[in-house]
T-cell receptor, first 115, second 112 residues
């Protein structure tokens, strides 16, 4: 089966610009996650979707970050405007049923550099 | 509040010797615990998970971990290291399933 797809793989922007990342989860997976992984740290969960609804976005900086999963399949994560501290790898993951026992399958990530 | 502490940022072992990667957690509830592995330029992959069943959990590639509630630990072990085990390993805790907390990672080097 095809894995989690993400694009672009790399992105370089200047601060105050906007950027968007795209994720296509494994077919049939209801739960989708976006993580931010800063160099030298573990991934931090930004937002979790169940189908097209938000389950948890408590760690999403809502003044500049937004995410949507309109049709319950693919998802976009946007940053506007970007700051230097947003430089990180943005990981998308999906899970068949979510919850604490659900196995998450991760995409390759998008490496963002903000200059 | 939940948190995860990976006690070693780097571990080096010789090929064929045992591996021990240490993880301690804090959680207000009965947690679910995971170990993920990240090879260079590859996505994170689940090694094993504990979800309140058997306390000794077996995973892929010969890895296993033991949940010890009294010590709030979930250490990852493997009897004999292989060169292909060199990677970054993350311990993860979740209780409600709405939030997953990753440790800062342990980089495993395997010396031939």
């Amino acid at each position: 089966e095809a894995g989690v797809a993400q694009s672009p793989r790399y992105k370089i922007i200047e601060k105050r610009q906007s950027v968007a990342f795209w994720c296509n989860p494994i077919s049939g997976h209801a739960t989708l996650y976006w993580y931010q992984q800063i160099l030298g740290q573990g991934p931090k969960l930004l937002i979790q979707f169940q189908n097209n609804g938000v389950v948890d976005d408590s760690q999403l900086p809502k003044d500049r970050f937004s995410a949507e999963r309109l049709k319950g399949v693919d998802s976009t994560l946007k940053i506007q405007p970007a700051k230097l501290e947003d430089s990180a790898v943005y990981l998308c993951a999906s899970s068949l049923r979510g919850g604490p026992a659900g196995e998450q399958y991760f995409g390759p990530g998008t490496r963002l550099t903000v200059t | 509040a939940q948190s995860v502490t990976q006690l070693d940022s780097h571990v080096s072992v010789s090929e064929g010797t045992p591996v021990l990667l240490r993880c301690n957690y804090s959680s207000s509830y009965s947690p679910s615990l995971f170990w993920y592995v990240q090879h260079p330029n590859k996505g994170l992959q689940l090694l094993l998970k504990y979800t309140s069943a058997a306390t000794l959990v077996k995973g892929i590639n010969g890895f296993e971990a033991e949940f010890k509630k009294s010590e709030t630990s979930f250490h990852l072990t493997k009897p004999s290291a292989h060169m292909s085990d060199a990677a970054e390993y993350f311990c993860v805790v979740s209780d409600t399933g709405n939030q997953f907390y990753f440790g800062t990672g342990t980089s495993l080097t395997v010396i031939p």
